[in-house]
């Protein structure tokens, strides 16, 4: 769950649901203090949107036109709960409007309508206009945590297989091959290489040795030695 | 500090954070200050008076009432690597906030492996004495100095907060600075220049050899007045100033419990799991041998402070308290008979 690499400014998944948010547009307000081009963006799902930390945040931006992209990924369940039951509305997207930000509803399983829209968030933020917001309407094969898709209690079997055949890498493959920009044995050799650059990093991660028991209290504080109280 | 030249010269406590302040945003561009009514107002209390005019509205930033949502401004700046100083009106309000906090500053550099610096201080007013009611008025630090990776300072005098401040905002951990609402009228000598007062180390500021008081924030000059009640009784009180409650220089505490033989500690805070509790635990695993007594407490009772004038007056530590705090330890018999 706690992915992050600073090398690629990416300032890591949280554990707590919503709480990323705050932070992103703390990166916001500092790529616009620093006068770059660089835009805020900031991944979260339906169910974080229900959290007091993400309203506050989403406020935040817009009062102070900070240029931050919220991105919904709504895969239509908070954990394991189905979202029509934990929120009165039918488009999460509505509640940019309360913040005065623009917004849109998109296909999040259409690769190449997200990225279109991703690119008018951006241009939006890089002319000083402030945060915007976009809904992509998606799933989850997995769960909220683990890998079970099928047999839950929450959601039935049958869902699952109706969004599988919806597959977003599946329908920008065939779009791909449609308009002859790649060949199927081209893309073949795509998955194959992402198939065997996962597989490295598995071996890389199980090969790692576990860390020294002695490092326990390192980066605690900034300075060694001085946590442990 | 003795190598500081002060000519004399006295500030207030408010005076002495206004300048603190402004001198470390001339110094680094890379400081700002955000939160509730800090630009325009200046803050409620005026520590922030004149820097809006002084520095403009990029660098002092007018917030939503957004407890959570300003701490996560000043988390995400600084892991971006500006110096955020952020402003929680009140020390109450470190509850709104405490996500951002707790679960967010103080855990980043050691969830990305240390990769990241978190050079962010957050700067809040506790402390009762104003009749401000329950939710205006608590003294919350051990709360904050429970969670690994912050640390916590809460200055006594207008010259350790000046010094204090500077060393927070300096800092490359994230900070929580405690100014206490009811010292700020209060004057004392504070030098011109800039000058850090360490983080971690505290202060003897009365020497004693039949007791030692240990105290912070406010109570330090409570406990100076009950030492100066008792001297002409023949008791001579040492009193600590922690100046930093996390982490803490326990060295000084046992070091001066060792030649005393006995300990009172103070705060304002409520007695049932303040930091009275983790004082004691730690002079009787470092000291138990020297002791001639228990440790003992002087703090709040354990309620929410009190709006009336009157009831707030008694829920609050003060010098005849901690006298009698003192004469406990030492066996004696109340004043009063």
């Known amino acids: 769950m706690h992915i992050c690499d600073l090398d690629l400014n990416m300032l890591g998944a949280n554990g707590i649901v919503g709480g990323g948010v705050p932070i992103a547009v703390g990166a916001g307000f500092a790529n616009r203090y620093r006068e770059t081009d660089d835009v805020s963006v900031v991944f979260f799902g339906d169910g974080a949107t229900n959290i007091g930390a993400f309203h506050e945040a989403a406020n935040m931006a817009a009062a102070l036109r900070l240029p931050v992209a919220f991105i919904c990924e709504n895969n239509e369940y908070a954990e394991y709960t189905r979202r029509d039951r934990t929120m009165a509305i039918d488009e999460v997207a509505e509640r940019a409007a ?15 309508a997200v990225w279109s829209a991703t690119i008018s968030a951006l241009q939006w933020a890089r002319e000083g206009k402030g945060p915007s917001f976009i809904e992509c309407k998606t799933y989850r094969y997995y769960n909220h945590h683990g890998v079970q898709t099928l047999g839950m209690k929450y ?7 109706e969004w599988k055949a919806l597959d977003a890498i599946d329908r920008l493959e065939a779009r791909i091959v449609l308009e002859q920009i790649m060949t199927e044995d081209d893309i073949a050799a795509v998955r194959e290489s992402v198939a065997e650059e996962v597989q490295e990093a598995v071996v890389f991660a199980e090969s790692s040795p576990d860390p020294d028991p002695l490092e326990l209290l390192d980066h605690v504080y900034s300075e060694p030695g001085s946590a442990g109280q | 500090m003795n190598e500081l030249t002060d000519a004399g010269r006295e500030l207030t406590y408010l005076a002495a954070f206004n300048e603190g302040m402004r001198q470390l945003m001339a110094e680094d561009p890379d400081v700002f200050v955000a939160g509730e009514d800090v630009g325009v107002q200046g803050g409620v209390f005026g520590s922030f008076a004149g820097l809006l005019e002084e520095f403009g509205e990029r660098r002092m930033v007018d917030t939503p009432i957004s407890e959570q949502a300003i701490v996560g401004l000043g988390t995400g700046a600084a892991v971006c690597g500006l110096r955020p100083v952020v402003d929680l009106m009140f020390m109450d309000f470190v509850m709104i906030a405490m996500d951002q906090i707790a679960n967010q ?8 492996g240390g990769r990241a610096s978190l050079p962010l201080t957050i700067t809040t007013n506790a402390g009762a004495g104003l009749s401000a009611g329950a939710q205006h008025s608590q003294s919350l630090e051990a709360m904050l100095c429970h969670v690994p990776g912050l640390k916590v300072v809460a200055p006594s005098n207008p010259r350790d907060l000046k010094g204090l401040l500077i060393a927070c905002v300096r800092e490359d951990n994230p900070t929580v600075l405690i100014k206490h609402k009811k010292m700020f009228g209060v004057s004392g000598p504070v030098p011109q220049e800039m000058y850090e007062v360490p983080i971690g180390v505290a202060t003897t500021v009365r020497s004693g050899t039949d007791l030692t008081v240990v105290a912070y924030s406010r ?5 100076l007045k009950a030492a100066e009640l ?11 100033d922690l100046r930093t409650v996390q982490p803490l220089d ?10 005393t033989n006995r300990v009172v500690v103070v705060h304002e805070a409520v007695r049932f799991g303040g930091l009275g509790g983790e004082i004691a635990a730690q002079v009787q695993e470092y000291a138990f041998d020297y002791l001639d007594g228990p440790v003992t ?18 829920y609050i530590p003060d010098a005849a308290r901690i006298a009698e705090g003192i004469r406990d330890c030492l066996g004696l018999q109340p004043a009063n008979g």
């Not at chain 1, 959601?155 to 297989?161: A, K």
């Not at chain 2, 109570?219 to 406990?223: D, G, I, N, T």
């Not at chain 2, 326990?250 to 030649?259: D, F, K, Q």
């Open chain 2, 250 to 259: 326990i060295e000084t505490v046992i070091s001066s419990a060792r030649r």
């Open chain 2, 230 to 240: 008792l001297a002409p009784e023949g008791i001579e009180c040492e009193v600590i």
């Open chain 1, 155 to 161: 959601r039935p079997d049958e869902e699952v297989e």
């Open chain 2, 105 to 112: 500053a103080a855990k980043l550099k050691y969830m990305f």
């Open chain 2, 297 to 314: 407490r002087v703090a709040a009772p354990f309620s929410p402070v009190p709006f009336s004038p009157v009831l707030e007056s008694r």
């Open chain 1, 98 to 112: 309360a913040y005065g930000m623009p917004s849109v509803v998109v296909d999040g399983m259409d690769a190449v």
């Open chain 2, 219 to 223: 109570m330090v000059v409570e406990s």
